[in-house]
Structure formats: structure tokens, C-alpha cells
């Protein structure tokens, strides 16, 4: 076979031999080799891959060689833009044909060895088969291509060795479903997807083992044989080759992009027109391109020939080159422009559609246009920039030479400096055409934001409609608002409902007139006509005018007024509930133009301020103005109106009229008034009615309690004035207590007020409130003060049937338990259990800090928590308020007017309580202290009584103790037991203790009448003539010697005796006194433990531990300051009262304990005393010379308690430690010592008695 290397064509059926010469003549080297796997990823790497130049690639693309068979693929061009691809080869060598060098040299050649057609002829030729898998699949972007090329590459890898389940089981339909499989080989295989390719690889290397396909030649030049037959063949420029081949892949990609523009939704769907642009486009580039490749067909084997004059080819070929590279470049710009289009359209269309307007560009019509009357607001997308089927860069295209175009350039930018209205120019790009889409885009959202379902919207590429008033169409612009009406299509641009000029106010008392102008002109009044305005109002919260208690939001709902159309003005006064207008209020008022095609953007807002109606308190100020003199004048006790202005601030101090007086039930205050209820302003507004007191429902009572200086009477005061609407605009404050006369160490409060308060506003909620002013604890006249307090509760329980809420006032900084002990421990005493929910706190003189006192109280069991606690400072109330800082001053008044909101909340949400039980209580409280005082004096009686007993006891064992014992010689007859035989028997007189008859034959005592010393029934013997039967049988005889001993003189013992007689006599009748008062006072303290058992049982608490640690602090204080001692006794009496009632409260009826002990102790000491007191003189000195058991006896009947403290037992008498056990007197000394010891530790008595005596 001949070639030619300037063409690079094969001559068929032209050969240097025959047939049959060279078959005879050739090797033949028959052997399967090569069997083997090729991979490439793109199409230029599979023609390299194969040996295919950049030439050869041209000359495939140009069509002036074709691939066939196996090697088809080679063919192939992208589809899209953005390819993956993976090709694999699979080539087997089957034999080797060559025709050997001494066979060449010996044949003999034909006539065309020297046609000048050829250069070369095959010498060579390898033979077998070959086949291609292609794997394609179409992406989105470059990256995309990456990661799917890498991925069908992994898959693909062993693909040589795949087999059954093998690595090729990698690439399946699920993870490739967008790859399209092809097949290219020398075998018939119907490959239509990925389980084919499986199979086919499966089947390549065996199948094409068997082929003899020509794969490759080997050429050899003709001058090889001849000489004489040498042919010139020119080399082609690379850098010219390289252009040629960029330029034609460029083109082909460039074409891709054009297809791939045309086929986008937003212009199929939406912009026919603009697919038509692009269409048109692309017919002109394959023009060009086509006339390009067909230049490059000619001229580049021109280049190659050697006969043709190769520079006029070569710059033929580089002026058809460099008009292409413009003619791509122009392309290339238009396919951004109309990228950049796609992407604006695209986006801007899909906002509108997804927002519900209608799709009317190019699509069918929509449903809201086929039913009559409908009413439509189109977005123009019509205009001469975007409706043209030509671009203005088309006819660069289609220039037929570089000069033309070059030419089209220059005018072009000739014309760009003349003229601002460019055709060229995309609508995108002008700044006049962006801003007239976006505000249309924007105007229209809007009024669809506003308007009713009557109206539609939509977008259109409607290119003509009429303006109004006219009867011919136009063409319509870019960006035009279109109004379809009855099938009628008008331009509106600029003519919706634009806001309206904010209108005017007029305030008229409790009403606002509003006032407008018509704006609109005549043409818009015929295109759009308007139906009616309207008015919105609502109710705009001001911070620096609005009271403390306003409920105003922000968002407060928004009311409005319709008006017709020829309307200019309208009046409020009423919501659409049909309620007045709030006073003293800001109202935000708009006004919104209605129109057939929906409302207009409300007007700005703008407010004004209704004007404010008098609260109760200016029109008390105004009522006392007005009747000044009436109102001053009261008689006692009633309290006149007065306005005093001796503070700095006018105070406006309201009449009080007294309804009600109780004067107190304890007889230590009988003079005292306890309780006055009074009205207060009876003369102001008689027409609301005041409750009963009694009544549980209408009538809620507050009780006031606290400790003097705290600030009760000035937090009772401003809540009254807070209910009464009281501000620091009015002309004066409004007070009901006046404290201007009292010491703020002291309590405002005398006696228990009850300010009865008529539902004079809405605050009050239609009850009447009874506001209880309790005279404040600890006041600096003393503990009488709050003796008196706890009385005048108690005849308050009796006057009031129930309490809502116990309101316990202190200050917030108060951080002191022993200051808050005893006011909270009064309260606790005060209120039975019944009432304990009821029990809040004020903290008074409040800052931005948490109050100090709320821990403290709590350590003191007092309720607190943030549900029931207020937290005041009224500053404001009290202060002379400065003029110049009004802001610091409504900051304090919105201080005290929310904490007096939230006690309010707190007074009217808690339920009535009755009183019957705290009534009973502090009854049972007053008798308590009373019983105690007197039970106070009995003990101290105790006390002074048990120091003259212990003194005169003390001298009666010192004269026990000194018995005479001054002896002499005296004879006396001294009585023997004389032992009589066994058997006999003796008569012994058992009252005289004497031998009557010392032998006597009678042995039975009942017998004893016959003895013989017996006459008549009496013994002769005895002096007494004792009866018989007090003489008895005994086995001894009494003999009676006379014996010399000395003595003490009986003139010495009956001396002695005499005293003692005399002291013990004065003892007994002491001793039965004291043990009479000591039964007394054991029935009272027994008395006072069941008491004080009831108390316990109904008080909330009772600790009488705190007023006592108070009264110490108290008689502390009054001696450094050198207080009287009236006063000091009275402090002490107020003391030793509770310590009582503290040592009952522990130790309940074991209180008596010490009583009983003195009782028992002095009942001891008197029958021993009695005993004594009837011995003879000798007895009594005798018996005084014997252990006594006293003592012991008596210390183990005492108590364990007592026990445990008393002095030891006293030795007793024992032979076995030498000891006579202790006498008489030492068991007396004991005795006052144990005494001592109950006095002093043993309890109530030793508590009362250790105040005043000292018995150490």
C-alpha cells in the first residue's frame, strides 16, 4: 500500500508489487503478544495514546481523515460543557507481517515508484484486535467533572482482571447512574449500559486474540528503494498547528455553551424570545466556525505539498485564524451577557412567582385571566432591550474578513461617545433600567403585601398597551407596571397608592379631629380610582408622661375609621368597642388612601395627647378650694380639712370624722382611748357609698404593725394618696395622718385608727378599704407604751370581725435580729394562727440593693419571700421635690407608685380572715402579763420570807448546838434486868415498866387478872393502879439500884430548852405562813401554765425570750443615761413578768416544782421541830445527843433535779467507820442550804428571785 506524508493519505489497491510476490516473500512472526489495558480520561490523551498528533487530531476534527472500527471513539465530541470521561482499550497482538530487507533489494518494482502521488509504502504490518469502553457522563462544573472522573477511574482500575464479582462490581448503576457506556472494537457487541460493559470486559482479551486486524503500519520512503524517487515534504509550523487545534476545540466548546444557554428554563418557559436571540446567534457562529474549519481543510495540506507558495497559504491560514479568534471572542461575550441575564431573571422571577404572582411570559394564561372583571398589576418584562430575535453582536459574527470587523468595531466605538442610548447595551447593564425593575419589583410587592384577594399580580411580556386617557397603544418599557382591567392593558407606572401627607390633629377634650388633603391628580383618578380612606389609631405608651400603672405596650392593637372618598376629615372619640378614648393618653394616628387596586403605605404616624381628667385627689384639691370654709371648721373629736404648706411642699391634710370610739378594757389604760374608726373626706363625694365594716365582702381591712421610726405612718399615707391618684403635677399632696407634731423616735400613733376609705376610684375596685394604723413597738416612752398597744389590739378584735392582710413595716437597711425580735415576736403574739397567711412585709426607705432586713427577719421565723413582700421608698411623698430635675423626680415617684400598685394587688387578692380568735388570744395575753405581775409579787415575797426563815432556822441550829455541860456527883436509881429460871414467869406492868409480881405461877396474859398483885382488875403494886391488861408475862425481873453518876443540873437543861422552845415556837408560825403562800402561788403558777398552754395552742408564736433579751437592752440603756428609778422599777417589773411567763411556757406545770419542794422541805423541818419542841428538857438534851436522818431522809424524796444540786447526804452512824452520824444541828444547816439551793436554781421562784435577792 502507497502513502502520501504531505496529505497523509493511503492509496488502496495501488502497490509497488503483486500480491502474490509479497505473500510468497513475507515473514509471518504468528504469536499472541501484547494482551493489555490502556486507560485515558480525556480525548486528546486517547489520540496521543495511540500515536495521533496534534496533526492528525486536526485532521480528525477537520474530517480530512475519519476513524472507523475500533478506533471510532476517537471521533467523539463533548456533549456538554462539563465532561467526565474514562476510556479503556484493551489491544491484543496477534502476528507480525514485514517484507525482509534482501527481499526488497532483489524484487523488481511497477512504473509507480516514480508518481509523483507517493512518498512512502508499508513495509510492515502488525495485525490483531483491539476494542474501547467508554465511560461518559455529563456534570455541572468542573469540580463535579474531578470528583466524578476520579471516582469512575477507581472503579474502572481493575478492570483487567475483573471477573464475576471482581473490581469491576465497583461501577454499578446506583453509584453511576449518569454514565453512558459506548463501545468501539473490531467485534459486534451491543453495549447499552453498565451489566453490558461488565460482561464485554469480561470477554475482550479472548474474543480479540482471535482477530487480524490491521492495527498498525510501518512506512519506509520510496528513496529507499530508488534513490532517484526522493520527495520534499514540507514541515508545518507547530506554533501555527497549535493555534489551529485551540481554535477548533474552542469553537466546539463555545458551540456547546450556545446550546446549553438555549436550553435553559428561564428562557424556554419565560423568554421565547431571548432562546430565539441565542439561536440565531449560534447559526451565525457554525457559519463561521464551519467556514473556519473548511479554510484549515484547504490550506494546511497546501502547506505540506511543496508546490503550492507556502507563505500566501501560511498567512491565509493566520488571517482566517485571527478573524476566528475574534469572531469566538464576540461569542464568547455574548454567552456572559446572557449568562448574567439567565442568572438576573432567573432570580428576580422566581422571588415574584414564589411571593404568588402569576406567570404570564410566554406560558398559557393564567387562571385569574380567564374569568371576566378580574383586576390584574402586570410587571412589564417587555422592551426593546430584551424583546429583539437579533443581538447587535450577531452582525460582528458574520463580518467576512478581519477588516470588516475591525471596521463594525471602530464605528461601533465612534457611536458609543455620540450616543447614550446604546442598542448595544443589555438591560442588565444600565443602571436607569436595574433601578426602574427594582423599584417596580418593590412598589408591586408592596401593594400585593397590602392588598385583597380581588386583585391579582402577576409578570408579562405584554410588548403594547394604552396610557390613560388615550385611545392608541404604545410599546411598553422594561419595568412598566401594567394595570389589565375588563381586557385592557394600561400603563400605571408611578400611579399606585403612594403614601399619603401625615394629616393634621386637633384635640377637642377626649376626642382627636383629624384633617387631610386630596393629592391625587386627574389622569391618576382615572386609571386608579380612589374609594375611601383610612384612619388608624391606637393608644402609644410614653414613658415620661403615663403613669406608673399604665398597661400600654408597644404593640397595642390597632384600631381605624372609614371615610369615603370625598371625605377630608373625621373626629374620634370612641374605639370600635365602642368605649371612650383613654385620658391623658398619646394616640398614634395614621391615614391610608384606598384605591380599587388595594390601600396605600399608611402616612407617618403622628400623636397627640388626649387631654387628662382630674384623678380623686385634684378634685379634692378643687373641692377644698372651693368650700375652704366649711371644710376647716370641725368639732371636736372630728378632724377638719387643712392645707399647710410648712414643709416647702402643700400638703392637703383631709377631714377625718369619727364613726366610731372604743375606749380600752384594761383597767391599767381605763382613761385611754384603744380604738376610733373614722371616715375619711365624709364630705367629698357622698354619693359613693361606704360598706360595713362587718361586711366580709365589700369591706377589706389592713392592719398596719411595725416599730416606731420606721416609717408606717408615711407608708399609710402614700398609699392613700396612691389610690387617690396623688401626683407630682398636682397643686398639693393629699395626707390623711398628720405627723408634723410628732418626735421621730416616737410613734405618730396613739391609739389604733381605722381610716375607712369609700371607693372613691377604680383602684379600689368598688370595696371599701379600713387602712388600721396600730401605734408603732418600742416606742421611746417605754415599755408601758407597748403594754398598751397589745390592750388596744385586743379591744380592736373586739370592735373589727376580720382582717384581709397584717402589713409588718420596717426598713429595708434594718439588719439587726435584736431590734426586729421582739416588734416581729409582739406580732406573732398578737395574731392567732388563724391569720398567719395573711402576714406581709414593707420595707421601707427600699434602694436598688436586696433589703437587709429580709434575712435577718427571716433567722426570726417571720414570713418573707418575693410573693410576699413590697419593697417602698417614698421619697418622693416626703421630700420637698425639686423643680428643676423633674426627671429625677417622676423616677421617684414610679418608684413609690409600683411598690404601693403591688401592695394593693396584695390587699385586695387576700380573703377575709375573722378576728374571734385573736380577740380570745389577746384577751388570754393581757391576763397572762396581769396574773404574772401579781404572781411577780408574791415571789418576790417568797423571796424575802425565805431569807427570814433562813436566818431564824441558821439561829435555831446554832442554839441546838450549844446544849449545858457543866457536870456534878448526883445518886440515881438506875433500873437492871434480872434473868429469872427457866419456866417461871414474872408480871411486868408495860406502862409503869416495872416487876409487879416476880414469881407468878399464871403464864397466859389473858389470865393475868387472878395474878396475885391484881385487886379488883388493878394492880396494888403500881402507883397508877394500872389496869391488869397492861401487864404481861416476861422471863426477867426489873431491879432499881441506886448509882453514883455526874450529871448536868436539869436548872441548866431547862434553861437551854426554854429558848430553843422560844426560837422553834417563832419558826412554826413563820414556817406555816411561807408553806400557806407557797400552796398559793404553786395553784397560781399552775394557772399560768394552762394559760400560757392556750396561748401556745392559738398564738402563730409565743416567745417571750425575745421581749425579755429587749427589756435587758432597755434597762441597759436607761441607766447610761441616768433614767429614773420609777422607771428602772418599772422596766424590771416588765422583765421579771416575762421571765415568769418564759419559765412557764418551758416548763409548763413543772413550775410548781420549786413550791412543792419548799413545802415538802419546811413540812420536814416542822414535824421534826414539833417532835422536839414536846420533850422534857433531859429528853430533849438526849435526844440532841443522837444521830438525826433528817436530811437524808428528806433529800430522797427531792426531785432529781434538785437533787442533783442540793449538798451531800450527811454522814450517818455506822461502827464500822467510827462514825456517830450527824446531830440534830447539822441536819438544820443542810437544810438551809438546800433551801438556799431552790431559791436560787430552782426555777420560777429562783428566776424572779435572783433579780432582787441574793442568796449566795
Known amino acids: 500500500m502507497l502513502y502520501d506524508g504531505r496529505t497523509g493519505q493511503f492509496f488502496g489497491g495501488a502497490s509497488l508489487w503483486s500480491n502474490d510476490v509479497v505473500n510468497a516473500k513475507q515473514e509471518l512472526a504468528d504469536k499472541v503478544q501484547n494482551a493489555e489495558y490502556s486507560y485515558t480520561e480525556t480525548l486528546d490523551e486517547a489520540r496521543k495514546s495511540i500515536g495521533l498528533n496534534i496533526e492528525g487530531g486536526i485532521a480528525l476534527d477537520l474530517g480530512i481523515t475519519k476513524a472507523v472500527g475500533s478506533a471510532k471513539y476517537l471521533n467523539d465530541t463533548k456533549s456538554t460543557s462539563h465532561e467526565a470521561r474514562v476510556d479503556v482499550s484493551c489491544t491484543v497482538i496477534r502476528r507480525t507481517r514485514r517484507i525482509p530487507q534482501e527481499t526488497l533489494a532483489a524484487m523488481q518494482f511497477d512504473g509507480r515508484l516514480h508518481d509523483d502521488r507517493f512518498t512512502h509504502f508499508v513495509g510492515e504490518v502488525v495485525e490483531g484486535g483491539t476494542a474501547t469502553l467508554s465511560f461518559v457522563q455529563s456534570c455541572r462544573s468542573e469540580e463535579e467533572v474531578k470528583k466524578v472522573q476520579g471516582s469512575l477511574k477507581m472503579a474502572l482500575k481493575y478492570l483487567p482482571g475483573a471477573e464475576g464479582d471482581g473490581g469491576y462490581s465497583k461501577l454499578d448503576s446506583s453509584s453511576h447512574e449518569g454514565v453512558k457506556v459506548t463501545y468501539s472494537g473490531a467485534l459486534i457487541e451491543q453495549v447499552t449500559g453498565i451489566e453490558d460493559a461488565r460482561r464485554v470486559a469480561g470477554e475482550m482479551p479472548a474474543k480479540l486474540g482471535q482477530q487480524l486486524n490491521t492495527l498498525s503500519f510501518k512506512l519506509y520512503p520510496l528513496d529507499l528503494l530508488d534513490g532517484s524517487a526522493r520527495r520534499h515534504i514540507r514541515a508545518l509550523d507547530d506554533n501555527l498547528v497549535n493555534d489551529v487545534g485551540t481554535a477548533i476545540k474552542s469553537g466546539r466548546d463555545t458551540m456547546l455553551w450556545l446550546r446549553e444557554l438555549r436550553e435553559l428554563d428561564v428562557f424556554k418557559e419565560s423568554f421565547p424570545i431571548i432562546k430565539d436571540q441565542i439561536f440565531n446567534m449560534e447559526t451565525v457562529f457554525r457559519a463561521a466556525m464551519t467556514n473556519f474549519e473548511s479554510t484549515a481543510r484547504r490550506l494546511l495540506p497546501r502547506l505540506r505539498d511543496g508546490v503550492t507558495d507556502y507563505d500566501a497559504s501560511f498567512n491565509d491560514m493566520r488571517s482566517a485564524l485571527a478573524l476566528f479568534h475574534q469572531q469566538l471572542e464576540i461569542v464568547r461575550q455574548f454567552v456572559g451577557k446572557k449568562r448574567t441575564e439567565a442568572g438576573v431573571l432567573a432570580e428576580t422571577i422566581s422571588l415574584l412567582l414564589t411571593k404568588g404572582f402569576e406567570n404570564d411570559l410566554g406560558a398559557a394564561k393564567p387562571l385569574s385571566m380567564i374569568g371576566n372583571g378580574t383586576t390584574r398589576l402586570l410587571l412589564s418584562w417587555s422592551g426593546k432591550a430584551i424583546s429583539r430575535a437579533h443581538h447587535p453582536l450577531e452582525k460582528k459574527v458574520q463580518a467576512s474578513d478581519l477588516g470588516d470587523l475591525v471596521s463594525q468595531i471602530s464605528d461601533d466605538e465612534k457611536d458609543d461617545s455620540d450616543d447614550e442610548d446604546e442598542d448595544d447595551d443589555e438591560w442588565f447593564e444600565s443602571q436607569q433600567s436595574v433601578a426602574n425593575i427594582r423599584e417596580s419589583c418593590n412598589v408591586l410587592l408592596e401593594q400585593k403585601s397590602r392588598c385583597d384577594t380581588n386583585v391579582t399580580f402577576g409578570v408579562t411580556s405584554a410588548e403594547k398597551a394604552y396610557r390613560p386617557g388615550k385611545t392608541k397603544r404604545v410599546k411598553t418599557s422594561l419595568g412598566d407596571i401594567l394595570l389589565e382591567k375588563e381586557g385592557k392593558l394600561l400603563i400605571v407606572t408611578g400611579m399606585l397608592p403612594k403614601k399619603p401627607t401625615a394629616p393634621s390633629l386637633t384635640v377637642i377634650g377626649q376626642s382627636i379631629k383629624v384633617d387631610w388633603f386630596k393629592e391625587r391628580s386627574q389622569e391618576q383618578e382615572q386609571a386608579i380610582p380612589t374609594t375611601g380612606f383610612k384612619v ?279 439588719a439587726r435580729t435584736t431590734f426586729l425580735s421582739p416588734i416581729s415576736t409582739y406580732v406573732f403574739s398578737l395574731f392567732a394562727k388563724n391569720v398567719e397567711h395573711s402576714l406581709r412585709t414593707v420595707y421601707t426607705f427600699s434602694d436598688a440593693g436586696a433589703p437587709l432586713a429580709r434575712e435577718a427577719l427571716r433567722r426570726l421565723r417571720w414570713p418573707v419571700g418575693e410573693a410576699r413582700e413590697v419593697e417602698a421608698n417614698n421619697a418622693w411623698f416626703t421630700a420637698t421635690l425639686d423643680p428643676e430635675n423633674r426627671v429625677k423626680v417622676r423616677d421617684w415617684w414610679v418608684m413609690s407608685v409600683n411598690a404601693q400598685d403591688r401592695l394593693k394587688d396584695m390587699i385586695l387578692k387576700m380573703g377575709p380572715k375573722p378576728t374571734d380568735s385573736s380577740a380570745t388570744l389577746s384577751r388570754k395575753r393581757i391576763t397572762l402579763e396581769q396574773r404574772c405581775e401579781l404572781v411577780e409579787r408574791k415571789i418576790l415575797q417568797t423571796a424575802d420570807d425565805a431569807r427570814s426563815l433562813i436566818a431564824k432556822l441558821d439561829s435555831l441550829a446554832e442554839a441546838v448546838g450549844k446544849a449545858p455541860n457543866e457536870k456534878i456527883l448526883v445518886v440515881e436509881k438506875k433500873v437492871y434486868n434480872r434473868d429469872v429460871a427457866e419456866g417461871s414467869y414474872t408480871t411486868l406492868c408495860t406502862t409503869c415498866n416495872r416487876t409487879c409480881h416476880e414469881v407468878c405461877y399464871i403464864s397466859d396474859d389473858s389470865s393475868k387478872a387472878s395474878c396475885a398483885a391484881m385487886s379488883d382488875g388493878n394492880c396494888t403494886v403500881c402507883k397508877g393502879r394500872c389496869g391488869w391488861r397492861v401487864h404481861k408475862n416476861a422471863t426477867f425481873i426489873i431491879d432499881v439500884k441506886d448509882v453514883e453518876t455526874y450529871v448536868v443540873p436539869d436548872e441548866l437543861i431547862q434553861e437551854w430548852n426554854s429558848a430553843n422552845n422560844t426560837l422553834e415556837g417563832a419558826l412554826l408560825g413563820a414556817m406555816d405562813e411561807y408553806m400557806e403562800l407557797q400552796k398559793e402561788l404553786r395553784l397560781d403558777i399552775e394557772y399560768l401554765a394552762d394559760l400560757t398552754a392556750e396561748i401556745k395552742k392559738t398564738a402563730i408564736m409565743h416567745d417571750p425570750e425575745a421581749l425579755i433579751n429587749y427589756l435587758e437592752s432597755l434597762i441597759r440603756t436607761s441607766k447610761a443615761r441616768g433614767a429614773p428609778p420609777e422607771q428602772l422599777v418599772q422596766l424590771t417589773t416588765a422583765k421579771n413578768t416575762l421571765i415568769l411567763v418564759r419559765e412557764v411556757k418551758d416548763r409548763g406545770t413543772r413550775a410548781t416544782t420549786e413550791s412543792q419542794v419548799l413545802i415538802d422541805v419546811l413540812g420536814a423541818v416542822r414535824k421534826e421541830m414539833s417532835t422536839r419542841m414536846v420533850m422534857t428538857a433531859s429528853r430533849r438534851r438526849q435526844e440532841e445527843t443522837k444521830p438525826c436522818n433528817m436530811y437524808n431522809n428528806l433529800l430522797e424524796t427531792m426531785p432529781q433535779e434538785i437533787r442533783g444540786k442540793a449538798p451531800p447526804p450527811l454522814a450517818k452512824e455506822s461502827w464500822r467507820t467510827w462514825s456517830h452520824g450527824a446531830l440534830y444541828p447539822e441536819n438544820l444547816k443542810a437544810v438551809i442550804k438546800l433551801v438556799k439551793v431552790v431559791l436560787r436554781d430552782g426555777g420560777v421562784v429562783a428566776a424572779i428571785a435572783a433579780q432582787s435577792v441574793n442568796l449566795n
Not at 377625718?656 to 384594761?666: F, G, N, P
Not at 394618696?721 to 405627723?739: E, H, N
Open 536 to 814: 388608624t389609631f391606637r393608644p402609644k405608651p410614653n414613658h415620661e408622661k403615663d403613669s406608673p400603672l399604665s398597661s400600654l405596650t408597644a404593640n397595642e392593637s390597632v384600631q381605624y375609621v372609614s371615610c369615603g372618598p370625598d371625605e377630608t376629615f373625621t373626629r374620634i372619640d370612641r374605639t370600635n368597642l365602642g368605649t371612650k378614648l383613654r385620658d391623658d393618653c398619646d394616640y398614634e394616628i395614621t391615614l391610608t388612601l384606598e384605591t380599587t387596586v388595594g390601600p396605600s403605605v399608611c402616612s407617618d404616624p403622628v400623636t397627640e395627647r388626649t387631654e387628662a381628667l382630674p384623678s380623686v385627689a385634684d378634685q379634692m384639691i378643687r373641692y377644698h378650694q372651693a368650700n375652704k370654709d366649711i371644710l376647716s371648721h370641725a368639732p371636736s373629736p372630728h378632724v377638719p380639712w387643712k392645707l399647710c404648706d410648712d414643709r416647702g411642699t402643700p400638703t392637703l391634710y383631709l377631714g377625718l370624722t369619727v364613726i366610731a370610739t372604743r375606749m380600752c378594757s384594761d383597767r391599767r389604760f381605763k382613761k385611754e382611748i384603744a380604738v376610733r374608726i373614722v371616715d375619711v373626706a365624709t364630705e367629698f363625694d357622698r354619693e359613693t357609698p361606704a360598706a360595713d365594716i362587718q361586711d366580709t365582702e365589700r369591706t377589706v381591712v389592713a392592719v398596719f404593725t411595725g416599730s416606731s421610726g420606721h416609717g408606717k405612718t408615711t407608708q399609710i399615707n402614700a398609699f392613700i394618696s396612691f389610690l387617690l391618684g396623688g401626683k407630682p403635677s398636682d397643686a398639693a399632696r393629699v395626707m390623711v395622718v398628720d405627723d408634723r407634731l410628732a418626735d421621730q423616735s416616737g410613734s405618730v400613733t396613739q391609739f389604733v385608727t381605722c381610716y375607712r376609705i369609700r371607693p372613691f376610684s377604680p383602684l379600689f375596685e368598688g370595696k371599701t378599704l379600713l387602712i388600721v394604723d396600730t401605734p408603732g413597738f418600742g416606742d421611746s416612752r417605754g415599755w408601758q407604751r407597748d403594754a398598751f398597744t397589745t390592750a388596744a389590739m385586743s379591744d380592736f378584735f373586739a370592735t373589727v370581725s376580720h382582717v384581709n392582710g397584717i402589713f409588718f413595716t420596717c426598713r429595708a437597711n434594718e
